[in-house]
């Protein structure tokens, strides 16, 4: 058999990449009220894009759908190539972890035991080698403390590893349940409005964080209502509004669009931005 060296023509070229994530048609129901209206959405490999609109325009309840807390009514949701089942650990084992609006830490634990609560998900010691504490499990718990260390190097929380969780300062209780949420190993992860209550100081370290867990090779959708802090980081922004996905795209496109000025700020004015944000000038760009 013969083979050939000729390269790929137009025809054999391989197409765009498969997105990490990809949600398709998502709408969710409850009696007589359509929370989330046929979104679709993509996340790339090394992304980080933004899910931004007025409250109430459904994007914890789109977090739930793509996490397995809600079974969406229509729709599918796909994590490299395979449908996800709507069970939350079976999500996290795929590879997708989260943090909450409101912070949902274990307040009367360490620092450190909240992280290896995280790491769960990774180990496979039965019910005998954890009653037995055989040197499997031993080695299991090792390796689990390591890994919880290293996170909570990475997140800026080691020299507190041994603190009650619930000691800890705002800005640093949600730093630890980014650390909680990495320690499952994803490989995206999705934010929910990680610098709520944080002030411009802990904002801006929560950016860099943000930045920090993407060069590591994690993707990252995130909800936020500080719209600088959207555009500072998000490759593209999403915004939902009424259950439905009106826009879609980079800083200009998302700050320019009169649906948008007019969803946040009721009636679309000339030169107007969205609030938080400057207009864009070419300077910006």
Do not use: W
Not at 43 to 60: D, F, M, Q, S, Y
């Amino acid at each position: 058999m013969t083979t050939s060296n000729a390269p790929a023509t137009a025809d054999t070229a391989p197409g765009p990449a498969e997105p990490l994530l990809d949600v398709s048609g998502v709408t969710m129901r409850f009696g007589g009220l359509t929370a989330v209206n046929s979104v679709s959405l993509t996340v790339g490999r090394g992304e980080i894009i933004g899910l931004i609109g007025p409250n109430g325009a459904g994007k914890t309840t789109f977090f739930n759908c793509l996490t397995g807390l809600y079974v969406p009514t229509e729709g599918t949701v796909t994590y490299q190539g395979t449908v996800l089942p709507p069970k939350p650990h079976l999500v996290t084992q795929a590879g997708i972890a989260r943090t909450f609006q409101n912070i949902r830490l274990f307040a009367n634990m360490t620092v450190l035991e909240n992280v290896q609560v995280g790491r769960h998900s990774r180990m496979h010691q039965g019910l005998f080698s954890a009653v037995l504490r055989g040197p499997g499990y031993r080695r299991s718990e090792a390796e689990s403390r390591e890994r919880a260390m290293e996170l909570l190097e990475f997140t800026g929380l080691a020299g507190k590893a041994d603190h009650l969780a619930r000691n800890l300062p705002y800005g640093e209780q949600r730093k630890l349940e980014i650390a909680r949420a990495l320690a499952s190993d994803p490989g995206l992860l999705l934010l929910d409005e990680p610098t709520a209550g944080m002030n411009p100081q802990e904002t801006r370290a929560a950016e860099e964080l943000v930045f920090a867990i993407r060069d590591r090779g994690v993707s990252v959708l995130v909800i936020e209502h500080d719209m600088r802090f959207i555009f500072n980081l998000c490759d593209r922004t999403a915004v939902l509004v009424q259950g439905q996905k009106i826009v879609e795209g980079d800083r200009e496109t998302v700050q320019n669009d009169e649906r948008v000025i007019t969803a946040y700020l009721g009636a679309p004015l000339e030169g107007t931005a969205i609030e938080g944000t400057a207009p864009v000038t070419e300077t910006d760009q």
